[in-house]
């Protein structure tokens, strides 16, 4: 249990830095293009920083080129499950539009980690043949 706790706490300090990453890029982007177009820009950085955080911090797995194109899966379970909380909160439960993307957001939290957990440490079925070049690092 301990070693959930750790990764669960990793993985907070990983988000807390990919929101420094996507806020940093945005408000740069922001300058040269209309805000919504700086957003999508800068969701690439930090689609990418999370990645490597999350593989080599919070997971302690080593990346590959397989898990670097399924990583944007556990973006997509986010904003899947941010997306029905917050309908949810503010529909059934009259929450407060400004609010409810807050706790929508920590209410996502367990969805998204199984989700990269999965990504990034399961092991396939069946042995992926190594090609040169499918690994981020030759160690």
Known sequence: ??????KIARYGVVGLINTLVYYAAYLLLRGAFPYLIAHL??????V???YFLNCRFTFRT???MRK??????TNITNFAGVTVFLYVLVEFFGMDQRTAPLLATVLAVPATFAVTQLVLTRTPSRPERVL???SFSHN
């Open 1 to 6: 249990m301990t070693s959930l706790l750790g």
């Open 41 to 46: 820009m800068a969701m690439a950085p930090a």
């Open 48 to 50: 990418i920083v999370s």
């Open 62 to 64: 080593r990346p590959s």
């Open 68 to 73: 670097f194109l399924l990583f944007p899966l």
């Open 132 to 134: 040169e070049g499918d």
